[in-house]
């Protein structure tokens, strides 16, 4: 008979022994954890994301949040001209705000990007993001929607995946934590065009986000991937009552 005795669940049935898995809380690389588990805080891609596992042209940068005592807390987006927005020679044409209620989401969203003439998608963005990627004036910012995001209240969970042609497709899954928990999760986050985008509001409380965008909204620019999560359908009883005659 073998010996059980050093074994942890030697007091289970065997049903639930032959059933049971236990949760791997070990720390893999940034990489690994970005694509896969998303247990990435935003902190961690604070100061440069590296190069080999980071989307080129995203930007998470720290914002500071200050509280005040008994009062509430103030809390700055960006300078224009100034900072990691002032750095790439970004400066958004339009803002607006959006609420999503807890344990909502919002599915991917992309824009497209700016092709100029006598050249390729894939030439173009070898250009703009290998070989000469800190000549941040080469970047049509008045011809494609780029995002800059900032949360203010709630818990984000952000999705991002490279779909331009070309470019390797890396992906980026990690949490932002809004002014209302002030911390090093405080960030704003940089989104080019052609790099898709999801949001889960990943609390109990309502996300509330302030972006700003390169261009002004046009609606068909606003292309939408596996977005069904935003329009679920009403159930199948609901519907048959509804049609009733």
């Known amino acids: 008979m073998a010996d059980t005795s050093n074994d942890l669940w030697r007091g289970l049935s065997s049903i639930a022994r032959t059933a049971l898995k236990t949760r791997d809380y ?8 970005l694509q896969q588990t998303g247990r990435v805080e935003a902190k961690e891609l604070v100061g440069g994301i590296p190069p080999e596992v980071g989307i080129p042209g995203v930007e998470v940068f720290h914002r500071r949040v200050f509280h005040q005592r008994y009062r ?3 809390s700055e987006f960006a300078r224009e001209g100034q900072g990691r927005v002032g750095d790439i020679e970004m400066w958004p044409k339009q803002w607006a705000t959006a609420k999503m209620y807890a344990g909502t989401s919002k599915g991917f969203h992309i824009h497209p990007p700016y092709i100029p003439e006598g050249t390729t998608p894939e030439a173009w ?4 993001f290998v070989q000469d990627p800190l000549n941040y004036s080469l970047r049509p910012y008045d011809k494609e929607q780029w ?3 900032f949360f203010i209240q709630g818990i984000c969970e952000m999705f991002l995946i490279d779909e331009r042609a070309g470019m390797p497709r890396k992906k980026m899954r990690f949490i932002i934590e809004g002014d209302d928990l002030r911390g090093e999760n405080n960030v704003g986050v940089v989104i080019p065009a052609g790099v898709a985008h999801a949001i889960r509001s990943a609390s109990s409380q309502d ?3 302030v972006y700003g965008t390169s261009t002004t909204f046009v609606e068909a620019n606003e ?13 199948p009883d609901w519907e048959k009552f509804w049609n009733l005659a």
């Open 72 to 74: 509430g807390y103030f």
């Open 26 to 33: 070990s720390d893999a690389s940034l990489g690994a954890r």
């Open 147 to 149: 995002d800059v995001m």
């Open 223 to 235: 292309g939408r991937i596996e977005h069904g999560i935003e329009t679920p359908e009403t159930p």
């Open 125 to 128: 963005f070898q250009r703009l």
């Open 207 to 209: 996300l509330i986000m």
